[in-house]
């Protein structure tokens, strides 16, 4: 069974940096999404199974990276520049096949963790 185990969420003024982790029981092209309160889950990036290509949502683009502990099976968000429309419950996600912008094409998603970005 795949088991996504993330971390590293909290409470950050506007401006401010976090990084969320992503453990994984195994090795897989991995996504990180987002949902704010009354809003459809949102692509935030995703990385390919080797670690090696990535690709961000036009909005978190320049701010935030995604990066690959290929040996520990982790995936991080490094989160920079922090926006109070960053405020959601972030989620990460894994595939067997290739990493996609798509929710649809992830069959496992971690619990999520909060994050909230104060004006």
């Known amino acids: 069974q795949v088991q996504l185990i993330e971390s590293g969420g909290g409470l950050v003024q506007a401006g401010g940096s976090l990084r969320l982790s992503c453990a994984a029981s195994g090795r897989y092209a991995m996504g990180w999404f987002r949902q704010a309160p009354g809003k459809e889950r949102e692509f935030v990036a995703r990385?390919?199974?080797?670690?090696?290509?990535?690709y961000y949502a036009d909005s978190v683009k320049g701010r935030f990276t995604i990066s690959a502990d290929i040996a520990k099976n982790t995936v991080y968000l490094q989160m920079n520049s922090l926006k109070p429309e960053d405020t959601a419950v972030y989620y990460c996600?894994?595939?067997?096949?290739?990493?996609?912008?798509?929710?649809?094409?992830?069959?496992?998603w971690g619990q999520g963790t909060q994050v909230t970005v104060s004006s």
């Open positions: 996600a894994a595939t067997n096949i290739v990493s996609s912008p798509n929710a649809r094409d992830y069959a496992y």
């Open positions: 990385i390919s199974r080797s670690g090696i290509s990535t």
